[in-house]
């Protein structure tokens, strides 16, 4: 059973171009969990996601960043118009239900 | 209203035992005490999860006093290895998954 992966590893993206980070979950998990972090700092929450269902974006900056988490296929978390501040790495996290999650090895976005 | 709080930063030796205290005051009946582990640039990895009283693993013990207002990761015999940041979390119950992650404590272990 794989882990959690997560495709790119490193995305680099000019200033006003789109980011598409995804996100495959282990199998038989239907929870999904996006983070963002900025280097030295801590996990900041963005998205809880079950199929295709946002259960809390209380994370998500209200404009730009979307993310789903279709009935088939990985999750995406999906930048329009990067800018520069949009650079960190970013954690996607699966669970089965409400025991220990599983996170990916993350996607280091650099906008430029 | 921050819903745990560690200590920033923590030093150790290399064959100590540490223990990083993490506050919940504000700790629901239905929630779990859950902790993780992080090494640079990689995602966090799980520990330990506990309600109540004391959990032990192959990695750690957890340790919850009655009121669970707080909880306690207990590290035994450390080595280099074991320096990262450690995050506790409360909110992960059987029917919600508040995974917020606190700001974690840097552990440093020494030589």
């Known amino acids: 059973n794989a882990g959690v992966m997560q495709n790119p590893r490193h995305l680099v993206r000019r200033r006003g171009q789109e980011a598409r980070l995804r996100c495959s979950p282990m199998?038989?998990?239907?929870?999904v969990y996006w983070y963002r972090q900025l280097p030295e700092e801590g996990l900041k929450f963005m998205v809880y996601?079950?199929?295709?269902?946002?259960?809390?974006e209380s994370g998500m900056p209200k404009e730009r960043f979307s993310a789903e988490f279709p009935k088939e296929g990985p999750s995406i978390l999906r930048i329009q118009q990067v800018v520069r501040g949009d650079s960190a790495a970013y954690f996607c996290a699966s669970s089965r239900d409400t025991s220990e999650a599983f996170f990916g090895q993350g996607t280091r976005l650099t906008v430029v | 209203l921050a819903k745990t709080t560690q200590p920033i930063s923590m030093d150790s030796y290399e064959g100590q035992e540490v223990n990083i205290t993490c506050s919940h005051n504000?700790?629901?009946?239905?929630?779990?005490i859950t902790w993780y582990q992080q090494f640079p640039s990689q995602g966090p990895r799980f520990i330990i999860q506990g309600y109540k009283t004391k959990v032990t693993n192959e990695v750690a013990s957890l340790f919850i006093p009655a009121d669970r207002k707080s909880s306690t990761l207990s590290l035994p015999r450390v080595s280099l290895s074991d320096t990262a940041v450690y995050y506790c979390?409360?909110?992960?119950?059987?029917?919600?998954?508040?995974?917020?992650f606190g700001a974690g404590t840097r552990l440093t272990v020494k030589p």
């Open positions: 199998k038989g998990h239907s929870h």
């Open positions: 996601l079950q199929k295709e269902n946002i259960i809390d």
């Open positions: 979390l409360v909110g992960v119950s059987y029917n919600n998954n508040d995974m917020r």
């Open positions: 504000n700790i629901a009946t239905n929630d779990y």
